[in-house]
């Protein structure tokens, strides 16, 4: 296994797993424990920015290294649609429900109702993500690098 491998899997699980652990697991339990809701979005919203930026910089990184090595593979277009989503994310999605929120939401107004929409994209943004990655960890693995494992 050479060192450029080894790194991809690197960044790899760390954006993937950082997704799964903070949306399915932290922000979840945030909302379950906390009995401030408002507390509970604004720590989770935190947590999702940090996510975001983690992903944008080992995404990229993977985008580089898989450009550079002239990998035309089917896990650069995924990683490449994986970027854009969290850019849509972080970049338009999440502004605009911080806009939303800053105006004061007020249960059943339009504005909360806004707010609610934007807040299904950003989940359903995320979710696909998620998965995206999930084939990246489950399907990614080089095929020579696989028969290695295969023997342990």
Known sequence: ????TTGERILTT???GSLWSIGYIAAPTLFA???????A???AGQ?????????LVCGGMLVVGMVVRKLGKWQLWVIIVMLVMVAC???LVQPMMQDLKAGGLI????QARQ???MHGIASTLYLVTSLLGLALVAFGLPRKQARMFDSL
Do not use: K, P, T
């Open 107 to 110: 249960e059943g107004s339009e």
């Open 33 to 39: 424990m906390l009995d401030d809701r408002r507390l």
């Open 115 to 117: 707010f609610g929409r």
């Open 41 to 43: 979005g604004e720590l």
């Open 89 to 91: 994310n972080e970049f």
């Open 14 to 16: 760390l954006w993937v």
């Open 47 to 55: 947590m999702f920015h940090i996510i975001n930026y983690l992903g």
């Open 1 to 4: 296994m050479n060192f450029i």
